[in-house]
């Protein structure tokens, strides 16, 4: 517990951008250099999905198909941050969202609530 913490988030109209960011301070650099990065999010009355993700020193990314173009995930090894932009948002992105770190640690989540 604990060991992911996330700020951001908000209220947000249709079209607008919201940047997430998630503190991974007690995993050690190695840890966070080779780990899966995450970042999911459960929409009301919907499981909870992977939004997109970012591995290894290579920094390879992923982002499922609804998200493709218009958010971003990237990190900052030296701070041991995780961020996601995003940007053209819409309602249908409203949900609570969670950064995972390492298949096994999870933040707090944030609300993102879109309007139209």
């Known amino acids: 517990q604990g060991q992911l913490v996330q700020s951001g988030g908000g209220s947000v109209q249709a079209g607008g951008s919201l940047r997430l960011s998630c503190k991974a301070s007690?995993?050690?650099?190695?840890?966070?250099?080779?780990?899966?990065l995450e970042w999911y999010r459960e929409a009301p009355g919907k499981q909870r999905e992977l939004v997109a993700s970012?591995?290894?020193?290579?920094?390879?990314?992923t982002y499922t198909d609804s998200v493709k173009g218009r958010f971003q995930i990237s990190k900052d090894s030296a701070k041991k941050m995780i961020y996601l932009q995003m940007d053209s948002l819409k309602p249908e992105d409203t949900g609570v969202y969670y950064c995972?770190?390492?298949?096994?640690?999870w933040g707090q989540g944030t609300q993102v609530t879109v309007s139209s």
């Open positions: 007690r995993l050690i650099t190695s840890v966070f250099n080779s780990a899966n």
């Open positions: 995972r770190a390492a298949d096994t640690y």
């Open positions: 970012i591995s290894g020193p290579m920094r390879t990314t």
